[in-house]
């Protein structure tokens, strides 16, 4: 097993290594950046992981960091500072920012804010617009763009693709993964009418199952015509999953650690506002059932949804209170604690928030322990245990609505590309995010 053709410059000694294989006890050897190999290496310098599990790179496919143009609430450092105290190596950025980010001068402005001076790798979302869509397929082939990106419904301004034609349109450009948001802005803009004054627990009321299940149906129609392959964000409903089940040579999804964590019955009398997202945060047997379709193995990934707005934005009365919550920096304390707590595999979980994002998305070098890939690691304790604090969340918009939760498990280091960004809650000596490398991007 041992590396012969690149001499080791320090090994990850002592731990358990998460490898393609399954968990072994081993060392991991680290050379330019890159794993040289997985074995056993006498006399090298060693970075002491004894009782602990190497995990490859956690993978956040989902992240609103807000800049350009709503810094207030966040910003690229701040957001990827976040992803790193929490165990993210590398993160996919969503395009609503102000200006959106929908032409190429935009993504290179975004790339270029970005270069060290993001904590984690990074990837920048394309979004898609009826004005644009003729263009999609060369923009989504530019270095450092994760694809393209389809609001259906609950964007505001051009980022808002809701009609069958524009999509059709947008579907027809390019080959890569397009990503979804799918709730369907017709019959919400008809049930607003649901929304309770002062009241967030009616927002699924409003936004409910039938909003996200015909947005589903209908991309998967156009999908199938277009031939070709969709990823569908942050599903909600049981009923989603099985339908998408039926539909896997052309979509993949997501499911967030929110809804499978919060349920509408605890979550609006506690936390008000602050438990409001889109899409909603639903029943009690919602999360049972996204629980039951993640056993069966349909969502293909795990993001956060990140997408943070300040105290003073959600203390606005329902419904003029913004929808979404911060989540990088908790999705892999949330998961673990799941793991830890028998509901899933920790092999489940590493497929989902790393082997499972480099499938979908086509990612060169990450996403495995495995020689040739990138020195990316998430060290965690399962031994340990940890509260969320105000303290140590470093998002800019300050707050989380887990503050308080005790969980099983501890994240203890981030590692990228062979630097240390974080070890033992102290970030690394400074930020050297590097731009996400595609197969249809190269």
């Known amino acids: 097993m041992t590396d012969t053709h690149q001499t080791p410059e320090w090994v990850l000694s002592g731990g358990t290594v998460h490898t393609p294989s399954g968990p072994v006890e081993a060392e991991v050897a680290v050379a330019g950046g890159r794993i040289v190999g997985v074995g056993h290496y006498p006399g090298i ?31 690229l450092e701040t957001g990827s500072r976040a992803a790193v105290l929490g165990g993210i190596t590398a993160v996919f950025e969503m395009p609503n920012t102000n200006p959106n ?59 808002l693709v809701a009609e069958d034609e524009n999509l059709a349109r947008v579907l027809a450009s390019g080959r890569r993964r397009v990503a979804i948001h799918a709730e369907d802005e017709e019959r919400m803009n008809a049930r607003k009418d649901k929304r309770v004054e002062n009241d967030p627990s009616s927002h699924p009321v409003w936004r409910d199952d039938e909003s996200a299940m ?19 964000l942050h599903v909600t409903t049981p009923a989603e999953l099985e339908v998408i089940s039926q539909h896997r040579d052309v979509a993949t999804c997501e499911v967030t650690p929110q809804h499978l964590t919060l349920n509408a019955e605890d979550a609006y009398p506690r936390l008000g506002s602050h438990a409001q997202m889109n899409p909603p945060i639903r029943s009690k047997a919602h999360v ?5 379709w993640l056993q069966q193995g349909v969502p ?25 919550m911060p989540g990088v920096q908790t999705l892999l304390p949330l998961m673990l604690n799941h793991v830890l707590e028998g509901r899933m595999t920790l092999e489940r979980l590493i497929d989902m928030t790393s082997a499972g994002v480099q499938r979908v998305f086509g990612l060169v070098g990450k996403g495995r322990i495995a020689a040739g890939y990138d020195a990316d690691f998430t060290i965690v304790d399962r031994k340990g245990s940890f509260t969320i604090t105000d303290e140590w ?50």
């Open 214 to 232: 015909l947005a589903t149906r209908r991309i998967l129609r156009l999908a199938r015509e277009a031939n070709r392959p969709i990823h569908i």
């Open 101 to 159: 980010t929908d032409t190429e001068e935009r993504i290179h402005d975004k790339l270029k804010r970005a270069h060290h001076r993001m904590w984690c790798d990074h990837a920048f979302y394309v979004g898609a617009t009826a004005e644009n869509a003729e263009s999609l397929a060369e923009l989504e082939r530019i270095p450092g763009t994760a694809g393209v990106k389809i609001f259906m419904g609950a964007s505001t301004g051009s980022l």
């Open 288 to 292: 049972d059932g996204l629980w039951h």
């Open 45 to 75: 310098r060693k970075v002491d992981c004894t009782g602990l599990d190497i995990l490859p790179g956690v993978i956040d496919s989902q992240v609103h960091f807000r800049e350009p143009g709503l810094e207030q609430k966040e910003d």
């Open 300 to 324: 293909d990934v795990i993001g956060s949804d990140h997408a943070p707005h300040t105290l003073e934005e959600k203390a606005k009365p329902y419904p003029n209170s913004p929808s979404g």
């Open 393 to 442: 969340l470093a998002s800019r918009c300050g707050w989380s609505p887990f503050t308080g939760m005790e969980l099983k498990g501890r994240v203890v280091g981030t590692i990228i590309r062979g630097n240390v960004a974080m070890w033992d809650g102290q970030l690394g000596e400074s930020a050297q995010g590097e731009p996400l490398r595609f197969a249809f991007a190269l």
